[in-house]
Every structure is written in C-alpha cells, then in structure tokens.
C-alpha cells in the first residue's frame, strides 16, 4: 500500500469558497413531499439563484483562492473544474473560467468528472504537475449545482458550492502536502444517463458498501502507508452527504467529534457533491494553525476515495485574510420556500 508523493514538494498556496446565498430549509422540503418520519437529514441547503451555476460560481471561488495565493492569474499553468453539474454536455466550463480570472491564454484547461470526487481527481493532478516541474501552479476547483428529483430523497441534500485550490511549490505553500492515496472500484451506487435530468441510486448500494467501504480505505489507507493515527491530526475532513455518514466514519476510523467539526458544513448548505470535502476543508483552513495536521478525505459515486495529508505553515496567517472565510457564505443566507426553489432549479417544465 503506498502513498502518492511528488518528485518536488508541493503545497495549497491559495484557496476559497462559495456558497450561493439562498437557502430552502428541509422541513420546507418535508412539509411538500412528506417523507420525513424518520427525521431530516440536514437542516437546510444552498440554493443557487437564477443567474448562477457551476460556472460563475467556480469563478468567485477561483478569484479567492488567488487573492491567498498572492499570484498573477497567467502564473497558472492548469485550471481544472471537477464538476458532475457542467452547464454545457459539450464546451468546457474551465475555459469560460480561465478567462474570467485572466488566466486564459498559455494554459492548461479542462473539466473533470467523478461523481462527488471530481475536485480531488482535479487536485490529485494539479500535484502531479506542480510535483513533477511541469509547472509551478495549478488550480483545481470541485464545483456543483446539484439536482434531486422531486420528493426523492436526494432533494433534501442536493446543495450547491463548492472550492478552489492552487497547488505551488512547498516553499510558498501555507499547507504542505505530506502524501496522498486513492482507493476505487466499480461500485453503482449513483448514477445518470445521458439525457436524464436528475440522478438515481442504488439505495442499498449507498451506505454500505459504497461510502463506507471507500471512506474507510481511503483514510485508513493513507494513514497506515505514512504511519499516522487519528491522534496526529488536528483536523479531519470527510465527503458529506448528510450529517450522519461522515460522523460514523469518522468515530470508525477513530476521530473525535472536535476533530471533524469545524469542516462539518453539510448540515447548512448540504451535499455540495464534487466540493463537498474541499469545502469543508477551505473552512478548518479558516481557523487552523501553523503546524497543525489536516486529514481530506473525499468520496465519489462509481466509486472511489482521495485522501491527503497536509501540513499548516506560518503563511496562513496572513493570506486567510485575504479573502472572504468559508462561514461568512454560509451565514450569508436567504431563506426561500418551495415554489421559489421550484423555479430557480428548473423543477416547472412548460411546453
């Protein structure tokens, strides 16, 4: 079992969030479709409004991560957007994205899908670039607008938001990576195909044994290849489906709930899917410390875990100021019921 390390030590020199302003609590949604005898979920989720989508709000997100990163945009040598919600089935949302942040021109660009793991896909070969001297920064962002069919279960969690990250060399890093590991098999546990509008799961897939099952390698993994116990880390960050999972996983794996609460935001803007570990992480960089050590762990239907460890340095107490923090968008809120949700998510279909 061995963990993934660049050739060249590498690091996050930037990230940010975004997290659109509405919200649709879940007893809205409960109170529409019923179904909620067993309790809710989450409490209420992000809604994106009209005028946004994966898109514009990978934009917003990347122009954060550069405000921390402190870099000139055509210093970029890759944008890549993770995304299993992209506005086009053909054209790229990485190239609309390049361009509006001024990083369009000699640039790598492209649009990564995984399911809820897109982001960390993207992440994974943004070190690789940086790691190999093929370049000295690269973005990854994991960005989604998340749809659930009507009165199926997913529209509760079905959020939208998500983060961007730009990988550089460690000596301008405010976290080191220390190493990664990813774990994968065909396991069917979501899906949609072509020309369906929302997607379906496998219900007895979900749980067990797909978000467990990859979750608890990926983690466990990573931390038997680099001789780490929960102990090690101040922090702890798992893909978020619901409130439920990531905290089983997590006392599983041997974490305590102070470990995992501070990037524990599914609860308030719900599953944001491809983003959803990247921006529970963007929120414990909010408040860690030099020195502190900091678990990702993310999950994408199909199936498959990434996993890192990284490192807090002294430069993180500077460039956090530079950008708006994760919570300020996720107390940033705007309550909406069901009919407004119905129209801002395309649910009203008129010939």
């Not at 479709?33 to 898109?55: N, Q, R, S």
Request: a negative charge.
């Amino acid at each position: 079992m061995n963990v993934m390390k660049p050739k060249r030590a590498v690091g996050i020199t930037g990230y940010g969030a975004y997290v659109p302003r509405f919200r649709i609590r879940a007893e809205e949604i409960a109170r529409v479709w019923g179904g909620a005898d067993e309790g809710l979920p989450i409490e209420e989720k992000a809604v994106p409004g009209l005028d946004e989508d994966t898109v514009t709000m990978s934009i917003e997100a990347a122009r954060n991560a550069l405000a921390r990163a402190e870099i000139d945009p055509p210093q970029l040598r890759a944008v890549w957007v993770g995304s299993e919600s992209h506005p086009y089935a053909v054209k790229p949302s990485s190239t609309i994205v390049a361009e509006a942040i001024g990083a369009a021109g000699s640039v790598l660009a492209g649009d990564w899908e995984f399911a809820c793991k897109a982001g960390t896909e993207a992440l994974q070969a943004a070190i690789g670039l940086v790691g190999s001297e093929m370049a000295d920064y690269a973005m990854a962002i994991g960005m989604d607008t998340a749809q659930g069919r009507p009165g199926d279960a997913l529209e509760y969690t079905a959020g939208a938001g998500g983060a961007a990250y730009i990988v550089g060399p460690a000596e301008n890093a405010l976290a080191i990576l220390e190493g990664s590991y990813s774990y994968v098999t065909d396991t069917p546990d979501f899906f949609r195909r072509e020309h369906q509008h929302y997607p379906e799961h496998g219900n007895r897939f979900t749980g067990e044994p797909a978000y467990f099952d990859h979750v608890l390698h990926g983690a466990q993994g990573l931390l038997n290849a680099m001789g780490f116990k929960p102990s090690d880390f101040a922090y702890a960050v798992f893909h978020q489906p619901n409130v439920k999972f990531p905290q089983a996983v997590a006392k599983r794996l041997g974490f305590a709930k102070e470990q995992i609460a501070a990037g524990l935001l599914s609860g308030k803007i719900g599953n944001t899917y491809s983003g959803a570990a990247m921006i529970g992480t963007t929120a414990v960089l909010d408040i860690a410390k030099p020195g502190d050590r900091i678990l990702m762990c993310s999950f994408g239907s199909g199936a498959g875990s990434d996993a890192f460890s990284f490192v807090v340095t002294e430069k993180i107490n500077e460039r956090r100021t530079k950008a708006p923090k994760t919570l300020w968008y996720v107390s940033r809120r705007e309550v909406i019921d069901y009919a407004i949700y119905a129209r801002y998510r395309g649910k009203l279909i008129m010939n």
